[in-house]
Structure formats: C-alpha cells, structure tokens
C-alpha cells in the first residue's frame, strides 16, 4: 500500500469557505497536493455540521451533501469498536483529546503517515502518522 494522506476536517471545512480566502486557497491546494486523500465517516460528518450552521456564511445543506458524496469517493476508514479502543490508548499515549485520537486512529489504520490537520502540532509524530499543519507558514 502506498503511503496516503488522511486529511482532517478543517482543510475541507477552510476549502469551501469564503470568509478567509487566503486560508481557502490553501486548503485547496492541499487536498491537490494530497496522495492517496484518506478520511472517515467522522470527517465526513463534522463538515455536514461545520459548513450549514457553524460558518458565516453557512452552506446551502444540499451543497454540503454534494461534498459529503465527492468524499465519500475517497479512501475512508471506518470507525468501530476496535478503532475506538485503539484511540483511546492513543489518546492516553500522547495526551490527545479523544477525537483527535480518534483521527490519528484512523489514519494509522488507513496506512497514512500524513496527517493534514491545524488542530495538532505541526511535525508531531504519533506512533507512525506525522501531523502536518497545511496552514502553517512556509507548507507550500
């Protein structure tokens, strides 16, 4: 399997959001870039959330729908009771919040060793997935 890039919510949320264009252009360079983009169905979820209530300017639901149907062509990881437990020790681990442990969970069992992800520091490595912040300075 070759490597691939599980790709958190906030690059997919900043992608289609129009109040920060800066950030938008480079969340949207970053899924380009992405090798072998990874997600899972709480990915999946917390952009149906974030995009129709959450931002400024809120997605129509049925375009969120739309982007939920274009991920769900991705590579993605389901979520069960193993997946879960493995996060919790991860979490446990590198004092992680459990749904980031969660994310990194999933990635591990996806095969990525990159993380796209603002939420965890930028070049941390957790057990074999390296977290990287696509909205740092000086990614492009």
């Given at each position: 399997?070759?490597?691939?890039?599980?790709?958190?919510?906030?690059?997919?949320?900043?992608?289609?959001?129009?109040?920060?264009?800066?950030?938008?252009?480079?969340?949207?360079?970053?899924l380009a870039r992405?090798?072998?983009p990874t997600v899972?169905?709480?990915?999946?979820?917390?952009?149906?959330?974030?995009?129709?209530?959450?931002?400024?300017?809120?997605?129509p639901p049925e375009?969120?729908?739309?982007?939920?149907?274009?991920?769900?062509?991705?590579?993605?990881?389901?979520?069960?009771?193993?997946?879960?437990?493995?996060?919790?020790?991860?979490?446990?681990?590198?004092?992680?919040?459990?749904?980031?442990?969660?994310?990194?969970?999933?990635?591990?069992?996806?095969?990525?060793?990159?993380?796209?992800?603002?939420?965890?520091?930028?070049?941390?490595?957790?057990?074999?997935?390296?977290?990287?912040?696509?909205?740092?300075?000086?990614?492009?």
């Amino acid at each position: 399997m070759s490597a691939s890039t599980f790709i958190d919510t906030s690059v997919f949320v900043y992608a289609v959001d129009v109040a920060d264009p800066g950030k938008q252009k480079r969340a949207q360079d970053a899924l380009a870039r992405a090798t072998g983009p990874t997600v899972s169905p709480q990915v999946m979820s917390e952009f149906f959330v974030v995009t129709t209530r959450k931002l400024a300017t809120p997605l129509p639901p049925e375009e969120a729908e739309e982007m939920i149907e274009a991920m769900a062509l991705l590579r993605c990881v389901p979520i069960d009771a193993d997946l879960v437990r493995a996060a919790v020790g991860l979490g446990r681990r590198h004092r992680l919040s459990h749904w980031d442990a969660l994310m990194v969970a999933a990635a591990q069992r996806g095969g990525c060793e990159t993380l796209l992800t603002e939420d965890l520091a930028d070049g941390a490595v957790y057990d074999s997935v390296r977290a990287c912040n696509p909205f740092k300075p000086g990614q492009d």
